[in-house]
């Protein structure tokens, strides 16, 4: 066993506020400039496992708005925690600038070691390079735009009362999956210069506010302004529309200020969640891999000790366990797993590839720069991407995958492929389009919107596979959107080959 | 890189989102509460309650897709012995499997939760207003209790506390320098030697310093009226903190089950109520045919017994009990009485006078609740012949239950209400 010749970091499994700094700048020189890594300012926070456990409930966001539904989630996973049924996460971090990451004050030193390898590095890099974070995401202005929405929703609960703010943000958690727009963003104006502007145009009206005005013929005044507001409407709706949160908010006839910006406010948090979404895999597979790295690293140059090292690997085991689709624990492939796996096996092909990997990946194998490549895959490509393009044929062989066919119409599902030479290209095709996030959520557009006679919205969902929509979900959620809508909604389900309609729903707005 | 430890931010953020979310589910939780009535014992349901919610209701709908409808491949781990081309029949009563394939998963899951004590309570008092009521209507026996509280500066005299007296004295004397009796003997003694000696300036001398040596005693009093201190007492009121319900019912063949339930339903109340208030809450149990024992819950409810009807047999049990074992003094006492309303006509005249004499200047509280069902026409004579009793005392009250849903209103009236001319 080598040792290095630097000191231990700490000894036994306590930790404070010294011990957290000392392991973070030790960590910290390692992955800079060791493995190259390239990171927002770290900003490393404690909490208690209350705290943790709300934070889970509030979609890993601790400074979340007020909602029912989060209180129901923490009510489950407080009662899972309790049983024992589910342990917490040891870690949670931001995508912002700087960096936050939680850790717990149970866990032991170690576990505050690895939580700042695996979070306040891993996933820091990942944030700061991935290209679709640095697309969809604004560091910066992560943590501005929470407290903003908290604030936001406090005060529009204050003014409008809990009951209106809640049932709209009902409608507008329905259509998460549906707020973002998949083709590059524009950069809005920031929801508070928004909300100045809106207020600073209501003083405005306030301060010259006359009263004579208001004798003033009403009717004339009616149909003039609607002419105005049809006209400039009808100006700006493109269709179709993907994004069903944006075009509610920002056509839909009869909401309010306030709740178009609530919606704004639901939209960009599922806009925050986009890039996470589709780099799961990649993500913990890439701060897998680096907190991997580093406790090794830390290990090898005397830095932490023996006890330390086995109760990290004992986690790691733990973290990186893939049950097998017949085992009572499984539940999909572990992202963790799969992604460190992955990781290590690019590694490998750079440093020690054999005449397979030659074959199949003659850009990479044997070119020696291991992390250099990494760094690559990590900010260029998506998870869907990153499996077409690096699952290799050893891997699959390792994990043993298959792929299974499942069609409606038949009594059996199908084994397709195996882990042989016919069934590699298909397993990773296969398996790249399970990540594909098109192809998780159903693909709904805005097709029609009449603004001007019976203000009707029409929606379509276009049929892959014959997979068609959950109707008890699908009337629930139109309801829903008729309630942002304030009229008639029908959606209609359409062959995407054939063109055909496979269903017709269509709701109306209750008063 | 910074360290932030937010440990110390307010605990419990989550309560509001959770407090929401309870509001939200009220009708369920209510629904809960109720059953929750049927299956405890009266005594324990002020404890929490696990709620188990149907998840469609409280599903957070999104467009998603059917189940077994349409076409879909995935990708598993671990496969053992499935060549390219095997084909596995899909399990039964599910649509195929999602690719989650988890071979028990069941998403029907009903939403299960725990709802604290607390919670609990509140929503079973939800409209019952119960700090004020609580205030009005639950009065609390106090006694007296003698208490030592210092010292005062008068008293009588048995209460003087010589310790404290002669220390203010003793300050005093060191105090104002008031010569000590020692010295004044030692003076006398050094006067007899100079006396013996014939040493005539000595002894005037000290003559005349003896002199100013009494003067000073007699100026500075051994002991002064300031000196004196006596032990001061008073008197606390000490509320009497636990309290004894009895549980009075009619057990003859006429009571059936379900009148039973609607009794029980009752005592749970009060029971629960009482718990909110007093520290410790007895349960008695009287059952009473023609004869009356006392007995537990199991049998109370669920023991069978036939017979007549003599009301009076439990009240003086319950008159025996309270004599036995529960001190008017110590215990404040509530009692409930539950029956269809039906007691033996000759019984009457003493079931009137024991509870006008003996029963009704102890208790707090007495409540007579009549379950019937819906059927029975007019007053029944319990009812009529308790009328004259009502009118004079405030702390009896009677009410009339027909349906599990009455409960509540009427045990709220019975309560909330400054009318007692029911």
Known sequence: MKKGTQDLIYRGSEWDFDLLQRAHDAIEVI?????????????????TSEQMLDAYASVGMPMMYSHWSFGKHFAREELLYRKGAQALAYELVINSNPCVSY???????????????????????????????????????????????????????????VQAVESLLDAAHALMAYGVSRYAPKKPIRPKDRIAKYEARRDHEQSTFNDLYRTLPA?????????????????TVKLPEENLLLFLADHAPKLKDWQRELLHIVRRTAQYFYPQRQTKLMNEGCATFVHYQIMNQLYDGGQ??????????????????????????YSGLNPYALGFAMMRDIARICDDPDEEDRQWFPQIAGNGDAMGTLRTAWAEYR???????????????????????????????????????SGYREIRRCLADQYDLSRHDPEIEVTEADLTGNRRLVLTHRVREGRLLAKDDCNRTLRHIAALWGYRVRLIETDSQTGATLNDYDVVALP | MHVIDRRQNPKAKSLGNRGRFVRRVKSHIRKAVNDAIRHRK?????????????????????????????????????NQGYQRGDRIRKPKGRGGSGSSGTPDGDSEDPFVFMLSREEFLDLFFEDLELPNLAKRKLKSMTTAVRSRAGYASDGAPQRLNLRQTMRRS????????????????????????????????????????????????RLVAYLDTVDLRYNRFENTPRPTTQAVMFCLMDTSASMTEDLKDLAKRFYMLLHLFLKRHYQAVELVFIRHTYTASEVDEETFFHGRETGGTVVSSALEEMDRIIRQR???????????????????????????????????????????????????????LLWEDYSPLIERYPHFERAHVTEPSDIYPVFHNLFASGAHSK
């Open chain 1, 31 to 47: 992955a800079v400039d060791g493995l190259g890594l390239d990171v927002y300012p770290n900003q490393i926070e404690v909490i």
């Open chain 1, 219 to 235: 009717s004339k005044r009616e149909s003039h302004r609607d002419e105005n507001s049809s006209d400039s409407q009808g100006d």
């Open chain 1, 103 to 161: 850790v717990m004050e149970e866990n032991t030193m170690t576990m505050q070691t690895l939580v700042i390898a695996h979070a306040a590095f891993g996933h820091n890099h990942f944030f700061k390079n991935n290209h679709l974070f640095r697309q969809w995401t604004r560091a910066d202005r992560v943590l501005d735009d929470l407290s903003y929405a908290k604030q936001y929703v406090a005060k529009c609960e204050e003014a409008h009362g």
């Open chain 2, 42 to 78: 009266v005594a324990d349901l002020g404890t929490s309650e696990k709620i188990s919610i149907n998840s469609s209701d409280v599903s957070e709908p999104s467009f998603s897709f059917e189940r077994g409808v349409g076409n879909r491949e995935y990708v598993l781990p671990g």
């Open chain 1, 383 to 421: 998870d869907e991407s990153f499996i077409l393009q690096f699952l290799s044929p050893r891997l699959i062989r390792e994990l043993h995958l298959f792929a299974v066919g499942d069609r409606s119409d038949s009594p059996f599902v199908s084994v397709d492929a195996i882990h042989d030479e």
């Open chain 2, 170 to 217: 003793l300050s005093r004397r060191i105090a104002l320098k008031r010569p000590k009796q020692s010295e004044l003997d030692s003076l006398e003694s050094e006067l007899k030697i100079a006396e013996s000696d014939n040493d005539e300036l000595e002894v005037i001398r000290i003559r005349e310093l003896i002199e100013t040596v009494r003067t000073r005693m």
């Open chain 2, 326 to 380: 529960y001190p008017v003094d110590d215990w404040n006492i509530y009692a409930a009485q539950a029956s269809d309303g039906h007691n033996f006509d000759h019984d009457m005249p003493r079931t009137l006078a024991l509870l006008e004499q003996t029963i009704l200047p102890v208790c707090q509280y007495y409540a007579y609740i009549e379950v019937s069902d819906e059927s029975i026409d007019g007053d029944s």
């Open chain 1, 304 to 329: 932490i000790d023996d006890g330390a090292m086995l109760e990290f690997l004992h986690m790691h085991s733990a973290v990186v366990r893939q049950p097998r689709f017949d085992d009572q624990r």
